[in-house]
């Protein structure tokens, strides 16, 4: 526990002040509509809409997270959500303007567009459900327990005063201020949380225990955790750190803020840009900011805290009064910010609440669009007006903060809940990517893959049989489980697929004439449409999803290569880090030209 001064409680003040000033202030407007409440009226700037998703993934639980990876498996243990670029990428320069395209209110919205009948009803009804609060609580109590963790540790605060005195102010100003008070406050919270990590990154290297920067990256402790890239020679640290996650889990996986095709918050924020090209810049900056530059601050921290605390003895040690079911490498990070000095403590201190406010703020306000959209309105009340849509949706986002501040009083550890929620949407993915540009996807491809995941998923991790199967090496090695459940899901939907009856020609039709999604995926539906007299592609837009494509993975040659090169000149590595920035530099003069072919001409 430290001792905070005057100043650090009034920065800390004068931050929650801000905060519920912005929530009252735009609580009138945001109250008009529930368009207004949860997409601010469709008319935000790329620049706002992408601080907003970099804060919004700013949160508690990720220091924490970063440094539970590399006090576990080092740097490159990063690559377990370093890999979802390429699905962040994707989404910008091909599924972006897609989903601006499809003007619906949420991403869950997209079902009754895309698939028709009953089953797309219950699709988008069970959803909802599954989504907005199941998995949106599960997210946000991972969020609650680094905040409770950090109450713990610097505070002393016993984790029901961190849930009350946090929650309550957090989910006040979300549920008066609408989407366009949690964006507006995304704004202040992105550079306190950034001058936050950054100044205590650089103090902390500073400690006479941890000896500055060089002495730090010689201890025996860090040493052998330093490299970006695992050890090749390692067979099962290459599989499952590096090969896995770039080869199968950034196309096949749903996760929040990462999901294949785009989807939940970053959707969000995509449905509010003001056109297409705003949609795209948002997401293409928050990419740039969330894998290039944003770790290093967590990492260097994380390094440093096994110089000052090399166990979880010796954090146990230090504090005594910490909750045994709390302790665990994720709490290095909190240990590591009380040794910062007065002033540089109240800014983190104001910096991780900010964090915590951020991303709570958004899962409410995206979880609460899915239940009012996507259930009371469609389900229980389709005539209500939107003063009531408005009042369901500030109930819902007190409901659900309320019941994700319970299950987080009952959590351990925000890296098992990360690997839980990874395997749950195990083989989803590629449905969600190849449902915009194959016209034979239909609504029981998602409702079997949905379910077959889920079911694999508890079979081999909560059951004997599970544990048969994959608790003896001998038999078949731990990381098998999540490829295993990646295929068995995906052989299931695409037998599925292909049994069950399409989609009528009425909703394909539809569909395509609304978004023009082109490609070969929908040759059969345009030529039917062709025959009988009715054109549904528009010569005016032409295809530019291979340029999509090619921009894709140029934009994850470029990103990665700032990512590395950041590295490179943290470690003194400057000849290497020199000329890896001059590839990003070519890489992104590449993506500049690609633009120009992806570019939306906006009239």
């Given amino acids: 526990m430290v001792e905070l001064s005057v100043l650090d409680v009034s920065l800390i003040i004068i931050f929650?002040?801000?905060?519920?000033?912005?929530?009252?202030?735009?609580?009138?407007?945001?109250?008009?509509?529930a368009s207004e409440y949860f997409l601010s009226g469709r008319n935000m700037p790329w620049w706002l809409l992408g601080v907003s998703m970099v804060a919004t993934t700013f949160s508690t639980d990720t220091p924490n997270l970063v440094t539970d990876i590399v006090r576990t498996?080092?740097?490159?243990?990063?690559?377990v959500w370093w890999a979802f670029l390429l699905t962040g990428l994707l989404t910008v320069f091909v599924y972006a303007k897609l989903w601006r395209k499809s003007d619906v209110n949420?991403?869950?919205?997209?079902?009754?567009?895309?698939?028709?009948?009953?089953?797309?009803?219950?699709?988008?009804?069970?959803?909802?459900?599954?989504?907005?609060?199941?998995?949106?609580?599960?997210?946000?109590?991972?969020?609650?327990?680094?905040?409770?963790?950090?109450?713990?540790?610097?505070?002393?605060l016993q984790p029901w005063e961190t849930v009350i005195y946090a929650g309550t102010i957090t989910v006040i100003f979300s549920?008066?201020?609408?989407?366009?008070?949690?964006?507006?406050?995304?704004?202040?919270?992105?550079?306190?949380?950034?001058?936050?990590?950054?100044?205590?990154?650089?103090?902390?290297?500073?400690?006479?225990?941890?000896?500055?920067?060089?002495?730090?990256?010689?201890?025996?402790?860090?040493?052998?955790?330093?490299?970006?890239?695992p050890d090749f020679t390692n067979t099962e640290a290459l599989i499952t750190l590096l090969i896995i996650p770039l080869a199968v889990q950034w196309w096949s996986s749903w996760y929040p803020g990462a999901e294949p095709g785009g989807g939940g918050y970053i959707a969000q924020r995509?449905?509010?840009?003001?056109?297409?090209?705003?949609?795209?810049?948002?997401?293409?900056?928050?990419?740039?900011?969330?894998?290039?530059?944003?770790?290093?601050?967590?990492?260097?921290?994380?390094?440093?805290?096994?110089?000052?605390f090399p166990d979880i003895a010796s954090i146990q040690e230090a504090f005594p009064l910490v909750a045994a079911d709390k302790l665990g490498q994720d709490l290095a990070y909190s240990a590591m910010l009380t040794k910062l000095p007065s002033g540089l403590l109240g800014l983190v201190l104001a910096s991780l609440v900010a964090?915590?406010?951020?991303?709570?703020?958004?899962?409410?306000?995206?979880?609460?669009?899915?239940?009012?959209?996507?259930?009371?309105?469609?389900?229980?009340?389709?005539?209500?007006?939107?003063?009531?849509?408005?009042?369901?949706?500030?109930?819902?986002?007190?409901?659900?903060?309320?019941?994700?501040a319970l299950l987080a009083l009952v959590l351990t550890n925000a890296l098992q809940l990360f690997d839980i929620i990874l395997m749950f949407g195990a083989g989803t993915g590629l449905i969600f990517i190849l449902r915009w540009f194959w016209w034979r996807i239909n609504a029981w491809s998602e409702i079997s893959a949905m379910f077959v995941s889920g079911f694999v998923s508890i079979i081999l991790n909560f059951t004997d049989l599970g544990a048969f199967c994959f608790g003896d090496d001998a038999l078949m090695p731990g990381w098998a489980k999540f490829p295993m459940i990646v295929l068995v899901t995906t052989i299931v939907w695409v037998a599925v697929t292909f049994i069950t009856q399409a989609e009528s020609k009425t909703v394909l039709q539809k569909f395509y004439k609304k978004i023009q999604p082109g490609g070969p995926g929908w040759n059969k539906v345009v030529h039917e449409a062709r025959a009988n007299n009715l054109e549904l592609v528009d010569t005016k837009q032409r295809w530019s999803v291979p340029s999509g494509i090619l921009a894709m993975l140029v934009g994850c040659a470029l990103i990665y290569s700032i990512m590395f090169a950041t590295g490179y000149f943290i470690y003194g590595a400057y000849l290497h880090g020199f000329f890896v920035l001059l590839g990003a530099i070519t890489f992104a003069l590449v993506l500049v030209k690609l633009w120009k072919k992806i570019r939306v001409s906006i009239l």
């Fill in 270 to 308: 995509m449905l509010a840009a003001k056109n297409e090209n705003h949609a795209i810049g948002a997401t293409f900056f928050f990419n740039i900011m969330h894998y290039a530059l944003r770790p290093w601050p967590w990492i260097i921290v994380a390094l440093a805290s096994l110089v000052v």
């Fill in 175 to 229: 549920a008066l201020g609408g989407f366009k008070g949690v964006v507006y406050t995304d704004f202040i919270l992105f550079f306190t949380a950034m001058a936050g990590a950054l100044g205590a990154a650089y103090y902390l290297v500073g400690l006479p225990e941890v000896g500055g920067l060089e002495a730090m990256l010689k201890h025996e402790n860090v040493a052998d955790k330093l490299n970006i890239l």
């Fill in 16 to 33: 929650f002040a801000i905060t519920l000033f912005i929530g009252i202030y735009v609580s009138k407007q945001s109250g008009k509509s």
């Fill in 355 to 404: 964090a915590y406010m951020s991303t709570i703020s958004t899962h409410l306000n995206w979880g609460a669009s899915y239940i009012v959209n996507d259930y009371y309105k469609q389900q229980i009340n389709p005539e209500a007006s939107e003063k009531q849509l408005v009042a369901v949706g500030r109930v819902a986002t007190i409901v659900l903060m309320v019941c994700s």
């Fill in 106 to 156: 949420t991403d869950i919205e997209f079902y009754e567009l895309r698939y028709g009948g009953k089953p797309a009803r219950f699709l988008r009804a069970f959803r909802a459900i599954y989504l907005g609060i199941i998995f949106n609580i599960l997210a946000m109590s991972a969020v609650t327990l680094a905040a409770i963790k950090i109450g713990a540790i610097m505070l002393g």
């Fill in 73 to 79: 498996n080092g740097v490159s243990g990063n690559w």
